[in-house]
């Protein structure tokens, strides 16, 4: 599970001036960081321990400190500039992996920035839908589907308009419905 930790984590050897915004294990551990995202694993494919790290950098994009998701073998995550939604998918024959930009075709939608992407219920049945939900700055939801076998990528942006006028999103969370058997 990623946990956002803006001043915790030590610069690495790899970017030592950069302040790290959050960790996720995924093949090894992966610190996203303003100035980038680094792998670090064990050497030799052996355990990670403080002796013998074995740090690479992947990317110099850059992460805002909002938690990333992992939908099947691609890391959604925001970049520094909280305007677009980075993929990265991971790559088994390299071993390594490689980033792709999700606004390319709808970076209007993040006119202001990105503050919160939403949690979800980890089930077996979580993104059944492939969606992530994000709010930004101004209070308006803009939703990501994601499936990336299909080729699918596709954002909407909702607002939500009552008759006494616009109200504000302050936060966002999916949680399952047993019931019925969906998010």
Known sequence: ???????????????????????????????????????????????????????????????????????????????????????????VVSDSYEPENLMDYANHLTETSIFQRSAAQKTAHAFVRNLVWYVRSDGLLCCLTYNRKQQVTGWSRHSTATPGGTSTVMSVCVIRNSVLNRD
């Open 1 to 91: 599970r990623p946990s956002a930790c803006p001043s915790s984590i030590p610069p690495t050897r790899a970017r030592p001036s950069a302040p790290s915004r959050w960790l996720h294990f995924w093949k090894g551990l992966i610190v996203g960081a303003i100035g980038g995202e680094t792998l670090i694993r064990g050497s030799n494919n052996l355990p990670l321990t403080p002796d013998a790290p074995d740090m690479s950098p992947q990317t110099a994009i850059g992460v805002a400190a909002i938690p990333p998701e992992r939908m099947g073998n691609t890391l959604l995550f925001v970049d520094d500039s909280q305007r677009a939604v980075q993929a990265w998918i991971y790559d």
